[in-house]
Nanobody, 121 residues
Framework: QVQLVESGGGLVEAGGSLTLSCVVS????????MGWYRQAPGKQRAPVAT???????NYADSVKGRFTISRDNAKNTVYLQMNSLKPEDTAVYYC???????????????WGQGTQVTVSS
């Protein structure tokens, strides 16, 4: 019913930049909160940045000042601009969206398939 497709991952040197994108499509009435999470090898998935439909943002302490989350409500798309990347940012990055489906009253969480970000030292 709902699909999240991420793009923009890759290999970058320390200090470099990448921009991730995630498009939400399907039987959508409204996309509410959106966010980016990451999972490094041997670690649990953890939040990186979140954004409300109105544009309020929250960031993990480790990325504050380096990453910027934004969204385009008309395109049901969320972005993550990552600057000054460090080797410890290496992880699989997952997009999350809380969606109200057409014909439903509730909100449901959906996840993308993940995109690999590798930062070399």
């Amino acid at each position: 019913q709902v699909q999240l497709v991420e793009s923009g991952g890759g290999l970058v040197e320390a200090g470099g930049s990448l921009t991730l994108s995630c498009v939400v499509s399907g039987s959508i009435f409204m996309v509410n909160g959106m966010g980016w999470y990451r999972q490094a090898p041997g670690k649990q998935r953890a939040p990186v940045a979140t954004i409300t439909r109105g544009g309020n943002t929250n960031y993990a302490d480790s990325v504050k000042g380096r990453f910027t989350i934004s969204r385009d409500n008309a395109k049901n798309t969320v972005y993550l601009q990552m600057n000054s990347l460090k080797p410890e940012d290496t992880a699989v990055y997952y997009c999350n969206a809380r969606v109200t489906i057409i014909g439903s009253r509730g909100e449901y969480d959906y996840w993308g398939q993940g995109t690999q970000v590798t930062v070399s030292s």
